[in-house]
């Protein structure tokens, strides 16, 4: 019997806050909700494979002491007793709390309020404290409130949209989408892409400016400099602003000229002169900032050089302008509502204000209040490290892999003296610390609110029943917090009760006066709160339909009731290169993976468009460290090394190498690109550095290359290097090892059949040329394969892993698993480059050739590729642009 419904709920991925509709019955089916303002039908290549993530693989379905199942009273009393006893001993500070923006509102709202209320310490940070906390620093020095003040509708009424370090092509998916729409209606629309590597976001841009790496303050200070030359300065909104002229004076010292810029950003001077001439004379003009800002050791500088130019203006607040932070996470921005940030009180109030303290006291009838700001994320797990903090709960992240200087953090978490970890998935690379792991219900089990970039507040929705024993982590925070004897404060019922509590008390004392206010929510009904439609705050509650924009009118929230223009005076990043370390390491995302890969890893539509950590470097600087496309190099920085995949390619600027972020002991051996580099963080955000690090590449010498295929996961102790990824049905494992293996057929049994008898087993080694080659058949299926040779010049992999979809396999697949090459008929689709349909690089290519295809439109047309989501299409046009430039050399 099928129970079929369709449930409304919103992404777990980025901050972009899509709306989902989830069909269940039979299995999980995840469409666009068309209703939804932030996505109006669409999702990406990550929303659209929702439906392969969910499930019980990997999941935790009860508590874990000491790594054994346990029942809940014992966990949850341990970790009440032991977080009592440690306060008790060495005071409230000694304990702390590392949560996330992957939290839903009411989680978050819990786990502060036990914190800075009950425990008293103000020791709780956030993962987003990496992501961020230079822009919510930037926007309260400027604004005096962490207030964004755009809306995404304001990116289809620009004429003139500016992506400052953000790769919105496959970070922001959804809103890059509606980017190409509005452009395509609207030709006088332009797009201005400002990062060092030439990116999928290229694609739309009508100027790339290929900045050098850090320089960001420098081409701000410049433009707002032209900007009062070209007498762009609006008089009568810098009624409302201070601070203009020692902005000005500052921009004048580091930028007078355009030429200056030109040199210290490594840019043509024309194209600075370009992009200043349209800024200037664009008034709607909205300036997109993320990472590429955000996560440097001058961030918030950064990125208040780029609030000051709106400011100036006066283009903010009104339709199509202003300085739009795009948020990473999905409930980035209901973290900041609630405080999660470690110098932040809740509901937008401020810790180091007493008359702020005293309301938050006041509303919660809490025994104590925080009074002083917490540890910043670095700083907390230095304190860990330290020993000044004893017992850590750490919920909804992975810091063993995301935090810089991540061996250092490991360390910490093994000898600290009582780590907790919730977590819906384990074994991750954190959890398998813990003393306690709790086992947290995740997306599509748990209901509450998540806010997105355009703070607008959705629902999401459970419409499946948990694994096992897990649970919600508000819960399990309340149960904590009445174990450890504050029952008063944590006696809610249902998420509702949550939410409930956040919007009375951001409406509380309504003449301190905030920006975040939810008073239309404050007696929000449990159906009102079931049937929630998606609005963004402030919602007061004389206007319960939401704020789309705010400060148009110059009224601001800060002491002097005006906005603040900050002068810069911009500084290059904390690390050069030197002769050891002579290239910038860029570290961020790729298309079709989320963070540290826990829920994607599992997809395979989502594992074959990226299959292995990698390193990209342009060709010249390959070429003079002896490295080729291929190859397995070194990347070695001041704390550690990595082994990963080359790429090389001229979208990367020569002196710069770019590694992913995403890769973890679960999916490699130790590819984590947080072990290379120390800890460096901005002095007013404590956001750290993730785009400028000094390393060196050089060449890995292996013994050996090989790859393998299975439908069972398989022990690798004999390859020095390995990475695995999801296949339909398999495993991947791409391996390499540094010493010759002597005896393969002993070794590849040993791998692939731990039990003997009985298997069908085919293999051919050719001495001459190193390679060996086996398979195990089973019932006539494929069950695994090997490859092994000399270099990484190995056979295709894609047209094999066909094979593992045959029923039978014939004499002719027999004789092609041991000659290593695909026979007729079937043929090598290559790496996947649309996911949503599986069409790979090979066949696109050769549809091109053959079919004299030109455009991603009739890419589309003939194999669907592009159609869906979209997200391939500007790897559709480069891979038409490389195949038809190959053609005419050839
Ligand atoms: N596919 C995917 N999407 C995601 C996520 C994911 O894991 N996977 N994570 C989400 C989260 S939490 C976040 S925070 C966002 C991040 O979204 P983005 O900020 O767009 O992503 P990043 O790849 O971290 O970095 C953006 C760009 O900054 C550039 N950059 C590096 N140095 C500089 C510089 O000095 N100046 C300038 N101007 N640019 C520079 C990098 O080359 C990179 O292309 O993505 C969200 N969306
Ligand atoms: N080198 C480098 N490092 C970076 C960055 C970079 O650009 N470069 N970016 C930084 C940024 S912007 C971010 S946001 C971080 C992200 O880094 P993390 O937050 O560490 O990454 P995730 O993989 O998203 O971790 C989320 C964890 O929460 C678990 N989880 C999922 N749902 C739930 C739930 O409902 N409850 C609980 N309790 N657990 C759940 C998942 O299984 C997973 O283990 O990485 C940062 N690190
Ligand atoms: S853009 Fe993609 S990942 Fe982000 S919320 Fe929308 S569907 Fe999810
Ligand atoms: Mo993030």
Redesign the pocket.
């Known amino acids: 019997m099928t129970n079929e419904q369709t449930i409304r709920t919103t992404c777990p991925y980025c901050g972009v806050g899509c709306g989902v509709l989830v069909r269940t019955g039979d299995g999980i089916e995840v469409a666009p909700d068309p209703e939804h303002p932030a996505n109006l039908g669409r999702l990406c290549s990550k929303g659209s494979a929702l439906a392969e993530t969910v499930g019980v693989q990997g999941r935790l379905f009860q508590p874990l002491i000491d790594g054994q199942p346990a029942g809940w009273d014992e966990a949850l009393d341990r970790v009440a007793t032991k977080l009592r006893e440690t306060i008790e001993r060495h005071g409230p500070d000694s304990v702390a709390f590392y949560v996330?923006?992957?939290?839903l509102t009411e989680d978050y709202y819990a786990a502060n309020k036990l914190m800075k209320g009950w425990i008293g310490s103000a020791n709780i940070d956030t993962?987003s404290r990496?992501?961020m906390s230079s822009a919510v620093a930037a926007y309260k020095r400027a604004f005096g409130t962490d207030t964004v003040p755009c809306s995404y509708e304001d990116l289809e009424r620009a004429k003139l949209v500016v992506l400052a370090g953000s790769n919105a092509a496959w970070c922001h998916p959804v809103l890059y989408q509606r980017l190409v729409k509005a452009r395509r209606e609207h030709p006088d629309l332009r797009v201005v892409l400002i990062d060092p590597r030439r990116t999928a976001s290229a694609d739309i841009a009508d100027l790339h400016l290929p900045i050098r790496p850090g320089t960001d303050g420098w081409l701000w200070n410049g433009l707002l400099v032209q900007l009062a030359e070209r007498g762009e300065g609006n008089p009568l909104y810098l009624q409302f602003v201070e601070g203009s002229e020692e902005a000005l004076a500052a921009a004048r010292e580091s930028s007078p000229n355009i030429d200056t810029v030109a040199r210290i950003c490594g840019l043509e001077p024309e194209r600075v002169a370009e992009f200043y001439d349209l800024w200037c004379r664009t008034e709607r003009v909205v300036s997109v900032f993320s990472?590429g800002m955000n996560?440097s050791t001058s961030g918030t500088d950064k990125d208040n050089a780029l609030i000051n130019c709106h400011l100036y203006t006066g283009r903010i607040g009104r339709p199509g302008m202003g300085p739009f932070s795009f948020t990473?996470?999905p409930n980035a921005m209901g973290g900041r509502e609630v405080g999660g940030l470690a110098n932040q009180l809740a509901a937008h109030l401020e810790l180091d204000n007493p008359e702020h303290r005293r309301l938050v006291q006041d509303f919660w009838q809490s025994p104590r209040i925080a009074e002083r700001p917490g540890l910043k994320a670095a700083e907390m797990f230095q304190a860990v490290r330290e020993g000044r903090i004893k017992a850590l709960w750490i919920?909804?992240?992975?810091?063993a892999?995301?935090l810089p200087d991540a061996d250092t953090v490991r360390q910490a978490l093994a000898e600290c003296e009582f780590l907790v970890v919730?977590?819906?998935?384990h074994p991750?690379d954190t959890t398998r610390l813990a003393d306690v792991v709790f086992a947290?219900?995740?997306?599509g089990e748990?209901d509450g609110m998540v806010t997105n970039s355009e703070r607008r507040i959705s629902r999401q929705r459970a419409f499946m029943a948990a694994p096992g024993e897990a649970r919600p982590?508000w819960w399990i925070i309340a149960q904590v917090a009445q174990r450890m004897g504050f029952e008063q404060g944590f006696d809610w019922q249902s998420e509702a009760d949550v939410f409930r509590e956040h919007a009375r008390l951001s409406a509380f004392r309504p003449e301190v006066e905030r920006d975040f206010d939810l008073g239309a929510l404050a007696e929000i009904s449990d159906v009102q709160y079931r049937d929630w439609t998606p609005k963004q705050w402030p919602l007061p509650a004389e206007r319960p339909e939401g704020t789309p924009r705010l400060f148009g009118d110059g009224q601001f929230w800060s002491d002097s009731g005006k906005a603040r223009m900050l002068p810069i005076t911009p500084r290059g990043p904390a690390r050069a290169t030197s002769e050891e370390y002579p290239l910038v390491l860029n570290?961020?995302r790729v298309r079709d993976h989320?963070?540290?890969m826990?829920r994607t890893g599992k997809s395979p539509r989502l594992s074959g468009h990226v299959v292995e950590p990698y390193a990209e470097l342009h060709p010249d600087d390959a070429r003079a460290a002896g490295i080729e496309e291929g190859m397995l190099v070194r990347v070695t920085g001041a704390r550690g090394h990595i082994i990963v995949r080359a790429r090389l390619s001229d979208n990367q600027q020569p002196g710069s190498v770019f590694v992913p972020?995403h890769w973890n002991d679960q999916f490699s051996h130790g590819s984590y690109?947080?072990r290379l580099f120390p800890v460096a963080t901005d002095p007013v955000s404590g956001q750290p550095e993730?785009k400028h690090n000094p390393v060196r590449v050089e060449p890995w010498q292996a013994g050996w290359y090989g790859f393998l295929l299975s439908r069972r996961e398989v022990d690798l102790s004999h390859a020095t290097y390995w990475a695995k990824s999801r296949g339909k049905g398999i495993w991947r494992y791409e391996i390499a090892g540094s010493e010759p293996v002597k005896d393969w057929a002993r070794c590849a049994r040993e791998v692939l059949c731990t039990e003997s008898c009985g298997v069908n087993w085919i293999e051919f080694y050719d001495a001459g040329r190193r390679t060996y080659r086996a398979a195990r058949l089973e019932e006539g299926r494929l069950e695994s394969c090997i490859f092994i040779g000399p270099s990484h010049e190995l056979p295709p992999r894609d047209w094999l892993i066909a094979i593992f979809e045959q029923d039978e396999i014939d004499e002719a697949t027999r004789r092609s698993l041991l000659t290593g090459k695909p026979g007729a008929g079937q043929e090598d689709a290559g790496r996947i480059v649309c996911s949503c349909f599986g069409v790979g690089l090979n066949t696109i290519r050769k549809a091109i050739l053959e079919q004299g295809l030109t455009t991603p439109e009739a890419i589309g047309e003939r194999l669907r590729a592009g159609t869906n989501c979209g997200s391939c299409v500007p790897e559709l046009r480069s891979i038409i642009e490389q195949t038809l430039a190959e053609q005419s050399e050839a």
């Open positions: 996330s923006g992957q939290l993962n990496l992501c990472q996560q990473g996470q919920m909804a992240t992975n810091p892999v995301s919730s977590d819906c998935t991750t947290a219900q995740t997306w748990k982590d570290t961020g989320w963070h540290t826990t972020m690109v947080n993730f």
